[in-house]
């Protein structure tokens, strides 16, 4: 009966996200992410970046905070941080990774007028490298160490010191370099992660493929 404001209501939410969904490029299973290189991480970057829907966009277009609330409360959408979703069916495809890397995109993006160094964990996810058993997923960034390390949020502060060569720039963002963030998880994480972050890591700064025979 859709004249009951309650069947009304949901079916207008129900309407109006597959009409984001249909506008939305959903992601596509990529490859095994130790064969990453400069050119797909980026892609792979631009593409989460795309699924992101922050709530001046959604007001913009139509949705209340009452229905962008409704959408989350139903599952319909994932709140990543606070001002920050994704739909349900496009972070169901999202590997552990692509999770992070959709959080750190947000945290990017809603802290866009300040320089944010992202690190460690966050560093990996916008590299392109795995992180198997990985559960947390706070957003790693750096601050100085006359900063006092604590956790905020959805956001993890690592104390540390660092220059210039010790940060570079991906797809807009400022995150630790190649090098350095295998050198922090090494010393952060468990060996499994570390372990597997130094792998791929390695073949990228090489040029090794997985499957890439080395000969003599």
């Not at 957003?139 to 900063?147: A, G, H, W």
């Not at 060996?191 to 499957?211: H, Q």
Request: glycine content about 6%; overall charge positive.
């Amino acid at each position: 009966d859709l004249t009951r404001p309650d069947v009304a209501h949901r079916c207008w939410l129900h309407r109006d996200l597959h009409s984001f969904a249909r506008t939305r490029i959903l992601p596509k299973v990529l490859d095994d992410p130790r064969n990453m290189n400069e050119e797909n991480t980026e892609q792979n970057i631009v593409r989460v970046r795309e699924m992101l829907l922050f709530r001046r966009y959604l007001v913009e277009t139509g949705m209340s905070d009452r229905k962008i609330e409704a959408a989350v409360g139903s599952g319909r959408m994932v709140r990543l941080v606070p001002g920050a979703f994704v739909l349900r069916e496009a972070w169901g495809i999202l590997r552990s990774e692509e999770r992070l890397l959709a959080r750190t995109l947000a945290v990017a993006h809603l802290n866009r007028r300040r320089t944010v160094v992202f690190s460690h964990h966050s560093a990996a996810a916008i590299w392109g490298l795995p992180l198997w058993s990985q559960r947390d997923q706070s957003v790693s960034v750096l601050t100085p160490i006359k900063s006092p390390s604590r956790r905020s949020g959805s956001v993890r502060r690592h104390i540390d010191a660092w220059g210039d060569a010790d940060i570079c720039e991906v797809a807009g963002l400022q995150v630790t370099t190649l090098s350095k963030t295998i050198v922090d998880l090494a010393r952060y994480a468990s060996p499994e992660l570390s372990i597997g972050v130094a792998d791929a890591g390695l073949r990228r700064m090489f040029g090794f493929g997985r499957n890439k025979i080395v000969s003599e």
